[in-house]
T-cell receptor, first 114, second 111 residues
Framework: DADVTQTPRNRITKTGKRIMLECSQT?????MYWYRQDPGLGLRLIYY???????NKGEISDGYSVSRQAQAKFSLSLESAIPNQTALYFC?????????????FGDGTRLSIL | QQQVKQSPQSLIVQKGGISIINCAYENTAFDYFPWYQQFPGKGPALLIAIRPDVSEKKEGRFTISFNKSAKQFSLHIMDSQPGDSATYFC??????????FGAGTTVTVRA
């Protein structure tokens, strides 16, 4: 979904480095999410935010932090990357006024930690 | 521990055939069951969704069947086409935003 843009698309880095993944959206949605995708595990929720001042931990938040800089921007940080954080990361948005609140995903960031 | 169990992990179907993906859940509070389709290099996209007040929902060649008593739901892709080759995820939620995803099924449609 081009309305949800993730940068970078690919990143290779070393253990112990700090990494930031960025997400911006032009959909005007209030809710934003960060997921990681691993083979055989599907997508798991890391953090979600309902607005700039409302941030919540998801299923697997340990080792991650987030920042909601504006309604349209939601970044994910790995303070000290470790190899088992190698995964595909997705940002998603949803609109609380939509009855079913479908989530709209970006095209992901492939992160490799050596 | 995954709250939604999805099977099979992968399947191959001939063009024109039927693809069937099954999901099961335990949490009876779940009240919204979407299916997402993901192509390589892309993020998942909502394909079709159902709420437990109906037993079946059809959109084009895609049908969700829902069995509330068995806590199971499935996706049927009729007349499968090569363009349907993708990974499909079932999901469930009790609050419309905190989705629990299945592990995914990779569907390959052979021409």
């Amino acid at each position: 979904d081009a309305d949800v843009t993730q940068t970078p698309r690919n990143r290779i880095t070393k253990t112990g480095k700090r990494i930031m993944l960025e997400c911006s959206q032009t959909k005007g949605h209030d809710r934003m999410y960060w997921y990681r995708q691993d083979p055989g595990l599907g997508l798991r929720l890391i953090y979600y935010s309902f607005d700039v001042k409302d941030i919540n931990k998801g299923e697997i938040s340990d080792g991650y932090s987030v920042s909601r800089q504006a309604q349209a921007k939601f970044s994910l940080s790995l303070e000290s990357a470790i190899p088992n954080q190698t995964a595909l990361y997705f940002c998603a948005t949803s609109d609380r006024t939509d009855p079913d609140q479908p989530q709209h995903f970006g095209d992901g960031t492939r992160l490799s930690i050596l | 521990q995954q709250q939604v169990k999805q099977s099979p992990q992968s399947l191959i179907v001939q063009k024109g055939g039927i693809s069937i993906i099954n999901c099961a859940y335990e949490n009876t509070a779940f009240d919204y069951f979407p299916w997402y389709q993901q192509f390589p290099g892309k993020g998942p996209a909502l394909l079709i969704a159902i709420r437990p007040d109906v037993s079946e929902k059809k959109e084009g060649r895609f049908t969700i069947s829902f069995n509330k008593s068995a806590k199971q739901f499935s996706l049927h892709i009729m007349d499968s086409q090569p363009g349907d080759s993708a990974t499909y995820f079932c999901a469930a939620t009790s609050n419309d935003y905190k989705l629990s995803f299945g592990a995914g099924t990779t569907v390959t449609v052979r021409a």
